[in-house]
Structures are given as structure tokens and as C-alpha cells.
């Protein structure tokens, strides 16, 4: 009887290991993006993060699924997230936006020093996500604010500018945002909707520089159902 305890022991830790080294290989999607923008692919970076968010995306479900804080608890899977997450959500989307032209002159490296400010304060903030699974505040996803605006908006200088503005401000207004894999409330029409508008953007992606309306507006009926789910839990029906 020891023996095929040992080797379940020994099973455990190689998946739990695995999911750790799943979850740290978000670091090389984000660095292959940080290549693409030095290179001017700024669609091909955007690629790499979304394979990033799609690392991110999954990583927790397969540390639950594993036990993996119980079967390796000197080793933390949200530290890795923590480090990975910063760089594909704050740092390289800052990089795409200042590399990007859509902000010109001083305006666009402040606007990127200001990106970077609020990020690292708003990780450092107690309750960043609510117990039922709510971000507070406007979460560090500047690699989608990236997308909107290189991809799909296409606005100019002092639109942009207003757009970093408002949603720097919006990291530390209480507004709850939903954490699509986790939010309970509407989970199932959430994720739907979520994996539509992911399809969606890659169609963008995948046809860049070609205009793509129809894949456009199906991305921006997600951003204002993701609106307007923040403003009905927080201010209609919390």
C-alpha cells in the first residue's frame, strides 16, 4: 500500500509543478510581445497577449482543479501571476500606446508615465478583488484600453489623452467591474460573451490593417455590456 501512495504523492507534485511552470510561461508570451512592438507589429504584440490572457485566464481554474497551493505550499502561483500580470496588463500595453503614435509630443510619454503610476498603486491596494469575485475599481487591463485604441477606435490626440485620464481616475473610484472566469452573477452570459468578443478581436487582429466594422461593433457592444454590468452591481442592484 505505500508504494502507489507514494507515487500518487509524487503525481500530484509533477502536475502541480506543471501548472506553476504553465502559469510562468506568461512571461514569454509577454516578451515575444515586447519584441513585436520594438519591431512595429503592434497587431502580432497584441497576439502574444492574448495568448498571455489566455495563460492567465485558465491557470487558476487547473491550481484549483490540482490543489496545487496544498500539494506545493512553499511555492505561491499568485506571486508568478503577480509579476507576469504586471508586465502583459501595464508595462507592455504602455509601451504599444507610447509606440503606437496615437498620442504625440510630451503628452504621450506622460500619459505612459502615468499608466505605469497607477498600476503599480493600484497592486498595491488591499481588496483589489471584492470575495464575490469583483474587481474594485477599473482593473489593470490596459492591454485591452491598447487594443480599443490602436485597433478599433482610431481617435485622435486629446481623445486619447481624455481616455488615459478617465481611466487612470477610474482605478480608485469603488465602481465593482466583473472578473469574467470568476464573477458569479450572469457567469454563463458573461463568459459568452467574453469568448465572442475574444474571437472577435483576433478577426481584427488577423485582418489588421483591413477595417473589419462588423467585427468593431461586435467588440463594442462587449465594452458596453462590461459598462454596464459595473454600473448595475454597483449602483442598481449591488
Known amino acids: 500500500m505505500t508504494i502507489p501512495e507514494i507515487k500518487a504523492g509524487l503525481a500530484s507534485r509533477l502536475l502541480a509543478w506543471g501548472v506553476h511552470l504553465f502559469t510562468a510561461s506568461g512571461v514569454i508570451t509577454v516578451f515575444m510581445a515586447l519584441l513585436s512592438v520594438s519591431e512595429g507589429r503592434l497587431h502580432i504584440a497584441m497576439l502574444w497577449l492574448v495568448a498571455a490572457q489566455f495563460i ?27 509579476v507576469i500580470d504586471f508586465a502583459a496588463y501595464a508595462i507592455v500595453p504602455t509601451y504599444m500606446i507610447y509606440e503606437s503614435g496615437l498620442i504625440s509630443g510630451g503628452w504621450n510619454l506622460a500619459c505612459a508615465f ?36 490602436i485597433f478599433v477606435f482610431h481617435w485622435g490626440h486629446w481623445a486619447n489623452v481624455i481616455l488615459v485620464i478617465g481611466l487612470s481616475i477610474l482605478h480608485f473610484i469603488p465602481i465593482k467591474f466583473i472578473y469574467p472566469s470568476r464573477t458569479a452573477r450572469l457567469r ?7 469568448a465572442v468578443a475574444i474571437l472577435a478581436a483576433l478577426g481584427i487582429l488577423y485582418y489588421y490593417p483591413e477595417a473589419q466594422p462588423l467585427l468593431n461593433g461586435i467588440v463594442c457592444l462587449a465594452l458596453f455590456y462590461y459598462g454596464g454590468f459595473a454600473l448595475w452591481v454597483t449602483y442598481i442592484k449591488p
Open 56 to 82: 492567465d485566464g485558465v491557470d487558476g481554474t487547473l491550481a484549483r482543479r490540482f490543489r496545487v497551493s496544498e500539494v506545493l505550499p512553499y511555492m505561491s502561483g499568485k506571486n508568478i501571476d503577480f
Open 114 to 149: 502615468l499608466i505605469l503610476m497607477v498600476s503599480a498603486i493600484y497592486y498595491g491596494k488591499d481588496g483589489m478583488v471584492t470575495e464575490d469575485h469583483y474587481f474594485v475599481g477599473f482593473p489593470v487591463m490596459w492591454n485591452m484600453a491598447a487594443f480599443y485604441m
Open 188 to 194: 454563463w452570459i458573461s463568459l459568452a460573451i467574453t
